[in-house]
């Protein structure tokens, strides 16, 4: 039998997550393939495929969203270290505006969910959302008296 998580696909973050988070990783320092894993995975990506990772790498660097260089300041054979481009990072900007607009969503979801079924709050949730859900469950309670408001 498989889990609820299996069955949904729901085991990590989506896979269209990897390429921005990728971005954001090289964003302020330059970063190479193996650290990026090992950031990616720390991140909650799972079972990532080296192979395809350093795949896409390539791709992004062809597309100009990265660019690479070969650091050979530390011993052992060079590593190449990728960073953000200003096309990466006009990409990455366009990407986190749309995320935005996907997390007012899912605030609205949450906040439907948490009313319709009472099971579930986000850890994200502010004190002040807490505190105006607590006010709304008052005045469903009491609606005609003036000290609930």
């Known amino acids: 039998m498989t889990d609820d998580k299996e069955q949904s696909g729901l085991g990590g973050p989506p896979k269209n997550f990897l390429v921005p988070f990728m971005l954001l990783l090289m964003s302020n320092v330059p970063i190479h393939g193996y650290e990026l894993i090992q950031r990616l995975t720390s991140l909650g990506f799972q079972a990532l495929d080296q192979g395809n990772i350093y795949r896409m790498l ?17 011993t052992g054979p060079a590593k190449r270290v ?11 900007k366009t990407y986190a505006a749309e ?8 605030t609205h979801f949450f906040s439907m969910y948490t009313n319709m079924f009472n099971l579930y709050m986000p850890p994200y949730r502010a004190e002040g959302d807490m ?7 008052k005045k469903e309670m009491k609606p005609d008296d003036p000290e609930s408001k």
């Open 82 to 92: 990728y960073s953000l481009t200003e096309i990466g990072e006009a990409y990455l």
């Open 131 to 137: 505190q105006k859900i607590d006010n709304q469950k």
């Open 58 to 74: 390539r791709q992004l660097e062809k597309n100009n969203f990265v660019r690479s260089t070969w650091d050979t300041s530390s």
């Open 99 to 106: 995320l935005e607009r996907y997390q007012t969503m899912l």
